[in-house]
């Protein structure tokens, strides 16, 4: 038999997450210590395409619910992961206190890192409370002096792939008429 028909077999044509009947397709899932069919879980198009996205809609993932209490190692694998992914939400806090792994499922779980503390992570803000990432563009709200010249950098100016302080959230670089300038975040909105 292949990969698909034993997937399709074990999860009864179902997504193993949600239980949709559509756009059905195998998906590996990282990190395994197994190999084939355990590694592997059957996964409809929306649940797949939400794995590594940074946009989800928590709403289709109250389904873990259900599917965190199934008997195979790897959707209970997924089913950790997403609750995790999606902890900020606060409800899948809940599911996560009330779920238990096996101790060589803990492990493969946590192998993607998924829970570690990310709360001390430095998060740069615009002035709308937009988070910003390095290469993002951005646009000025005020009209700057730059300290140390007489350049004064006007609003409404794009500045493109912002670089940011590691060490200060409130500050991100970039190039304004072709000068590499520190800007305070509080000063940017994101394009």
């Known amino acids: 038999m292949s990969l698909e028909r034993d997937l399709l077999k074990r999860a009864e044509n179902r997504c193993e997450l949600c239980g949709a009947d559509e756009s059905l397709a195998p998906y590996e899932v990282p990190n395994s210590p197994k190999s084939g069919l355990e590694n592997h879980l059957l996964s409809c198009g929306t649940c797949t395409s939400q794995f590594d996205s940074e946009v989800r809609d928590a709403n289709h993932w109250r389904c873990l619910n259900d599917s965190m209490w199934s008997q ?65 563009s951005v646009v000025l709200i005020k009209d700057l002096k730059v300290k140390g010249s007489s350049m004064v950098a006007k ?23 072709g000068q590499h300038i520190v800007i305070v975040t509080k000063y940017v909105k994101k394009l």
């Open 155 to 177: 609003q409404g100016t794009a500045v493109r792939r912002i670089s940011l302080d590691h060490e200060n959230p409130e500050y991100i670089e970039g190039k304004v008429d």
């Open 72 to 136: 195979e190692p790897v959707v209970q694998v997924m089913a950790w992961r997403m609750l995790h992914r999606l902890k900020s939400e606060g409800w899948p806090q809940d599911l996560l206190d009330m779920m238990y792994l096996d101790e060589d499922t803990q492990a493969w779980a946590a192998a993607a890192g998924d829970a570690e503390d990310k709360s001390n992570a430095i998060v740069h803000k615009d002035a709308n409370g937009a988070i910003l990432k390095a290469g993002d």
